[in-house]
């Protein structure tokens, strides 16, 4: 029964997942507020709480029953490896998945304002992202996998830059800008990290921790994040820079 399920569930992280993964590019490469960057934002969002929804009732599963959800695994793990990894871990990262979206959501509608931000899904996902990351690392420690402990600060550094911005004294004119940046495409690093990591595990099991398999999407995320916060910076700058006198 259990297996039977998380089939079913698996089927529809990997639709909602590819969703995500295709609207993703729309606002990144394309013209910035428009009508298209909106829709297909909208379109992501609404993926993205949907497939790190339906991570979460995997990995529940999982937890529950390590190898009849993956009995191709059977013999090249042992139980405990695959409820960490499978099970804890991706816990961990629909949790992260499902913060991203809706923090990210929250500040392209809200913007400057940050009071509505503070309702109570947002401010509830905090310290469930956080238990998370927590338990995460704690996993990372007794199976010994140092990849575990590495993305258990991913979550706990997202919950630290969510709350400082949520509650810091004055927030930048463009901070919500970078926000949801930061977090929107922290989302899509997540989606195309588990096509590449997890989704290996099906044809290269022996995949599943190869830190280049995680690397990847997570180095080109935020290197864009960085030349993107840059770029606001700049403009941020140059839109408060006095006009030269003639």
Same mark, same amino acid.
């Given at each position: ?10 089927? &529809?992280?990997?639709?909602?997942? %590819?969703? &995500? $993964? ?13 009508? +298209? ?21 995997? %990995? ?10 993956? *009995? @191709? ?6 139980? &405990? ?14 949790? /992260?998945? !499902? ?10 509608? @809200? ?15 905090? *310290? ?17 996998e140092?990849?575990? /402990?590495? /993305?258990?600060?991913?979550?706990? +550094? ?5 709350? =400082? ?10 901070? =919500? /800008?970078?926000e949801?940046?930061? $977090?929107?495409?922290?989302a ?20 599943a ?5 995680? $690397? !990847?999407?997570?180095a %080109? ?5 960085l030349?993107? =916060? ?13 006009? +030269?006198?003639?």
């Amino acid at each position: 029964m259990e297996h039977t399920i998380f089939t079913a569930l698996v089927a &529809a992280h990997i639709v909602t997942g %590819s969703t &995500a $993964a295709i609207a993703f590019w729309i606002p990144v490469v394309g013209r910035k507020g428009g009508a +298209a960057h909106r829709m297909a934002g909208r379109i992501f969002v609404v993926a993205m709480l949907f497939t790190g929804a339906f991570a979460v009732g995997m %990995s529940g599963l999982t937890i529950l029953d390590p190898m009849g959800t993956h *009995p @191709h695994l059977v013999g090249l793990f042992e139980p &405990a490896f695959v409820r960490g990894v499978f099970g804890w871990l991706m816990l961990h990262l629909g949790v /992260l998945t !499902i913060n991203l979206a809706w923090y990210g959501w929250l500040c392209a509608q @809200h913007r400057a304002q940050r009071a509505p931000m503070r309702e109570w899904r947002n401010i509830a996902l905090q *310290p469930l992202l956080l238990a998370a990351a927590v338990n995460c690392a704690v996993q990372g420690v007794l199976l010994r996998e140092p990849l575990l /402990l590495g /993305l258990a600060v991913i979550g706990v +550094a997202t919950v630290g830059t969510n709350v =400082w911005f949520l509650y810091k004294p004055v927030a930048g004119p463009k901070d =919500w /800008l970078k926000e949801h940046l930061k $977090a929107l495409v922290g989302a899509g690093i997540s989606v195309y990290t588990a096509f590449m990591a997890f989704g290996s595990v099906r044809l290269l099991p022996e995949l599943a921790l190869n830190p280049v398999m995680w $690397a !990847i999407p997570a180095a %080109s995320g935020i290197a864009f994040i960085l030349w993107y =916060w840059r770029t606001i910076d700049r403009q941020t700058a140059l839109h408060r820079r006095p006009p +030269a006198k003639a």
